[in-house]
């Protein structure tokens, strides 16, 4: 069975300061994605890495595929309190369509 | 905005009630998904189809069905609802059912709550 750990489940930041989520798995993943998402609101996909070792920018948010693309992370600097909000990480299966597996995600709060 | 649209955006209802949710893709997405979503579960796949035959099947109750129409549009059917299907239902919809990106463009979600 495919599954993606988060880490850290929670954090609490103040403005300014930089931080880390992982997102890892024994298994394989032809590509990760990344989404963000609101209270009450759906999650807005962010990024999509697919190969192994690659890193993407998005502003102030970096993603990186890890080289035997079985992780990911996502690392902010300078965190505003916009980036607020409930990160993602997102995998598709093998057997099933495409569905995705999803991680339990990262609960973000950075206070000003 | 993701171009999904979910209706309605709240849902109250009694136990034992039914419910339908709509959803309508992107343009051009022929592949739609539901997803569940409560505190202690966080974001569970239900159901796909694409181009109006059913694909996959995650945790989905008996009590759940759904079905893609002829314009791609999807509803979601809860019966005999019980107050822990309160939840936020979300779709989302992709180009294909192709395994390597597979990105998913989520719709606002329909928040339902059974009392």
């Known amino acids: 069975t495919q599954l993606l750990e988060q880490s850290p489940q929670f954090l609490s930041i103040q403005e300014g300061e930089n931080l880390t989520v992982y997102c890892n798995s024994s298994s394989v993943f032809s590509s990760l994605q990344w989404y963000r998402q609101e209270p009450g609101e759906g999650p807005v996909l962010l990024v999509t890495?697919?190969?192994?070792?690659e890193v993407k920018k998005l502003k102030r948010l970096t993603f990186q595929f890890g080289d035997a693309r079985k992780d990911s992370s996502l690392h902010i600097t300078a965190a505003q309190p916009g980036d607020t909000g409930l990160y993602l990480c997102a995998g598709p299966t093998y057997n099933q369509g495409g569905k995705l597996i999803f991680g339990q995600g990262t609960e973000l709060s950075v206070k000003p | 905005d993701s171009g999904v649209t979910q209706t309605p955006k709240h849902l109250i209802t009694a136990t034992g009630q039914r419910v339908t949710l709509r959803c309508s893709p992107r343009?051009?997405?022929?592949?739609v998904y539901w997803y569940q979503q409560s505190l202690d579960q966080g974001l569970q796949f239900l159901i796909q189809?694409?181009?109006?035959?059913?694909?996959a099947k995650g945790n989905i109750l008996e009590r759940f069905s759904a079905q893609q129409f002829p314009d791609l549009h999807s509803e979601l059917n809860l019966s005999s609802l019980e107050l822990g299907d309160s939840a936020l239902y979300f779709c989302?919809?992709?180009?294909?059912?192709?395994?390597?990106?597979?990105?998913?463009?989520f719709g606002p979600g329909t928040r339902l709550t059974v009392l």
């Open positions: 890495v697919v190969t192994g070792g």
């Open positions: 189809y694409y181009n109006g035959e059913e694909r």
């Open positions: 343009s051009g997405d022929l592949s």
């Open positions: 989302a919809s992709s180009e294909s059912q192709g395994v390597k990106y597979n990105e998913q463009f």
